[in-house]
């Protein structure tokens, strides 16, 4: 069974940064994508960052390009969300997530998700 566990989040003011972690256990070989999704209140679940383990191919939504930085480390089952310069309207919960049966690194960007963890809060302050 799959287990995701995000931590890291925390109360920055703009122009801070943040690390973000995922624990994932019970992870198979065909979970070649993980994500970091976020939501804000009153809006949208949104894609921010993906990553194709296969050859680390990166996926970054527009709005945090040049800002955040996504990694996974194989070895011990964890990804990161690096978040620099973060902006007001960064501010979510972020959640970590991953896709199986993926076998070509666009999968990670357009593509469902479908084991997701519990979120993590961000809140920049002005």
């Known amino acids: 069974q799959v287990q995701l566990t995000e931590s890291g989040g925390g109360s920055v003011q703009a122009g801070g940064s943040l690390r973000l972690s995922c624990s994932a256990s019970g992870l198979s070989y065909s979970h070649n994508c993980m994500g970091w999704f976020r939501q804000a209140p009153g809006k949208e679940r949104e894609r921010v960052a993906a990553?194709?383990?296969?050859?680390?191919?990166?996926f970054y939504a527009d709005s945090v390009k040049g800002r955040f930085t996504i990694s996974r480390d194989l070895s011990n089952s964890m990804m990161y969300l690096q978040l620099n310069s973060l902006k007001p309207e960064d501010a979510a919960v972020y959640y970590c997530a991953a896709r199986s049966g993926s076998w070509r690194s666009s999968d990670c960007w357009d593509s469902d998700y479908n084991e997701w963890g519990q979120g993590t809060q961000v809140t920049v302050s002005s």
């Open positions: 990553i194709y383990s296969l050859d680390f191919s990166t």
